[in-house]
């Protein structure tokens, strides 16, 4: 059983430019939630994704936006990218239930110069 | 405004001993608890989970330990091995685990022979 993937591992990109990961869920969740790791903080939380909608929020601006399909995999994308966005972003999936467990992907390094 | 706080950047621990890591909140709206495990250029890995109608949830060698009243929990590893040494991010949450989660910095945990 396959557990949440993510794409690409590693991408660099420059201030201004746009970017899109990828998230495939663990086999049989339905729900996608997407974090933010800088370094030597913990997660921070972007927002998370139900039923192709984003079902809520964490305190980050519209740059970032996101986009779950019928088969529950999901995009994060973040656009006019700054130094700042330098990070780890993971996403972490579950299913849509009171105390089930969100398992995470490995992340996504992403190095804006 | 941390509302998960671990206030133990690291902690060090021999071999076979406790290793009690901790944690404090200050949202008393939360009503989840998790603990997870990183390990360098990978993604968390979930350890144990506690709801708030409990004040204690075991797991093997993992404890979980919730004090409501001070709004602290704390992660008991016994006995303690090589293995363990990682990251260890406590994190909680207002909606039983299906919202975004809170988290902590981190409490790097390192185990020595």
């Known amino acids: 059983d396959a557990g949440v993937t993510q794409s690409p591992t590693h991408l660099i990109k420059t201030r201004g430019q746009q970017v899109t990961l990828r998230c495939s869920p663990k086999s049989g969740h339905d729900t996608v939630s997407w974090y933010q790791q800088a370094l030597g903080q913990g997660p921070q939380f972007i927002f998370q994704y139900y039923e192709e909608e984003e079902r809520q929020r964490g305190n980050f601006p519209d740059r970032f936006s996101g986009h779950q399909f019928p088969n529950y995999s999901s995009e994060l994308n973040v656009n006019a990218l700054l130094l700042g966005d330098s990070a780890l972003y993971l996403c972490a999936s579950s299913w849509d239930r009171v105390g089930e467990t969100q398992y995470f992907g490995p992340g996504t390094r992403l190095l804006v110069l | ?113």
């Not at chain 2, 009503?31 to 075991?58: H, Q, R, V």
């Open chain 2, 1 to 113: 405004d941390q509302q998960v706080k671990q206030n133990s950047p690291s902690l060090s621990v021999q071999e076979g001993r406790i290793s009690i890591l901790n944690c404090d909140y200050t949202n008393s709206m939360f009503d989840y608890f998790l603990w997870y495990k990183k390990y360098p250029a990978e993604g968390p890995t979930f350890l144990i989970s506690i709801s708030s109608i409990k004040d204690k949830n075991e797991d093997g060698r993992f404890t979980v330990f919730l004090n409501k009243s001070a709004k602290h929990l704390s992660l008991h590893i016994v006995p303690s091995q090589p293995g363990d040494s990682a990251v260890y991010f406590c994190a909680a949450d207002p909606g039983g685990g299906a919202d975004g989660l809170t988290f902590g910095k981190g409490t790097h945990l390192i185990i020595q022979p």
